[in-house]
């Protein structure tokens, strides 16, 4: 069987301890996320190690490719400290603000820079967004077959892998040709964790930055502009709670309850 | 003056930080109850590089330095102090072949220590005293070409675990009619070398410490570690460089877990309808927790980076001892004094804290100690 290139979509997301400095941007309605530590978002962390473990079976090279702010870089470095082979930093002002359409867009471009790809690995859903549109969209816009919620992923026989995708009470098994796109659920492995000896080498992989120029992509389609997606409106919702004493004789107490929970919306 | 960590170093820190809260936070209290060191768990650490950080790749190491270490070391003292402290005794038999051995002995054990599939240790201590090395009770006489070793050392961490043991006996006396000291390796399963009593501690209990006995212990003239009467020289090396870095280190961890949980507390704890994080008493115990534990760690990594420059900083690791170890007490106290009665409880590591603090003051040197070490560099 021929060694396999496999691509890897992450992207940084803020890190759970920092989600208190997240914001949301009352024009533009997209989450400021400027100062906030990033890690690598979780389920791409996955959909890497599934990588990798096909590496080690059947040899190949792992790319790892984000869209995102040059800080990423460090993201970046994290994920060939874990064990991919190289890293492509797709970073241009012209990429602010873009939708999944958009950046799907992108990573395409990106991954046919790449040459010829066998398998694409991406996280199901971003914890930040979350929309768990990229997959599918990079998937068409590649023109390869695509899968989601694979908590099972092996390489049968040249150019063929076999998906095991989690349903609710269910598997669906799919015997998939590549090249292909699939994203990865929690299920599917358990991320290693990195070694010393990982972060050292990491500093000597290649980690190539990519702006607009050096991807056929339009820019009409890019940034805030270019995008169709419009959120029509976001908001924190009120989680303040409050308690309140009602003072009625013990044999009302009941319907009194009752009474409060009809009056805030819940029809029992 | 860069004060600044690299960015290697920065990463290092986070995976280093991504495996303890996966792997050692949520068992920390259980071990600590049960006194239980996690031996697979050293495995793990062993892999990932953490038991040889500062051994050069040829020898299977990480070839890294001491400030990586320290920040492992933080990082996992941040939510086990215990089991700092028995990779933190690791590394001492380690650095002790490293800087002391000879090129076979090198290549005979540190290829297994550094990955973590055999444990070392480092034994000076005896009854008589750790500090009064001239007052040596165990001795190495050679018989026949062998050295025979004969004693009973204490307070040895790691000393019913490691399989490798840096031990020290007096071989005869110098010039000046004092006590001469050999270090020797002696391997787990020597039938004259046997770990004795486990000490019950009440702090740093995941760490297991006790006596080693040496009864007519049989080794070769190529244990010796760093030339026959040269074991006072590796002795107070490893401890004073390698032993106070890594207490203070482990220092730094608790220091952080204080100041940790003591905002978190704060915020949370609701007194007269407000966090008591909003109450000036509350704020000036957090403050001077943070100035400690940013005082000690300027103060630690500043020795170590005098240390990985190969300069000498063994006044400069006493005072980072001195000040972080001590201070990690009183943050502790702190911490313990605004949780007022939730801080006795044992459902918070509040007392866990304390307990570590307390038994860390005298590994490496009690504060007397390094005092003495510290005014004979200022009256000099």
Redesign the interface.
Known sequence: MNPMKIAVCIKPVPSPDHYHQVGIDPETKTLIRQGTPTVINPLDKNALEAALQIREKHGGVVAVVSMAPPFAE?NL??AL?MGADEAYLLSDRAFAGSDTLATSMVLAAAVKKLGPVDLVLTGNESADGGTAQVSAQLGEWLGYPHLMHACGLEVMEEGLIRVDTARENCRVVYRVKLPAVVSVVRTINRPR????????A??KKPLTVWSCEDLPVDRCFLGLEGSPTKAGDIYQPDLSRRCELLDVPPEEIAGAILQKIRAAGLQL | MDFSFSKEQDLLRKTVREFVEAEVAPMAAVWDEEDHCPVDVFKKMGELGFAGVFVPAEYGGAGLGYTERAIILEEIARHSAGLAMFLMTHHLGVAAILEFGGEDQKKKYLPDLASGRKIAGLSVTEPTGGSDLGNHQTTGELVDGWWVLNGRKCFASNSHLAQVTIVTARTGTDDKGRQSLTAFIVEGGNPGFAPGRKENKFGLRVSIMGDLVLNNCRVGPESILGGEGRGQRVALSIISEVGRAGMSAISLGLLRACLEDMVRFAKERKLYGKPISSLQAIQFSIAETKVDYEAARLLTYRALALKDAKQRCDVELAMAKYFSTEAVVKAAKRNMDNMGGYGVLNDYPAGRYLRDGLAGLPSAGTSNIMKIIVAASALA
Not at chain 1, 193 to 200: A, C, D, Q, R
């Open positions: 460090e470095r994290e400290a964790f990195t070694s010393l000896m990982g972060v050292i990491a500093g």
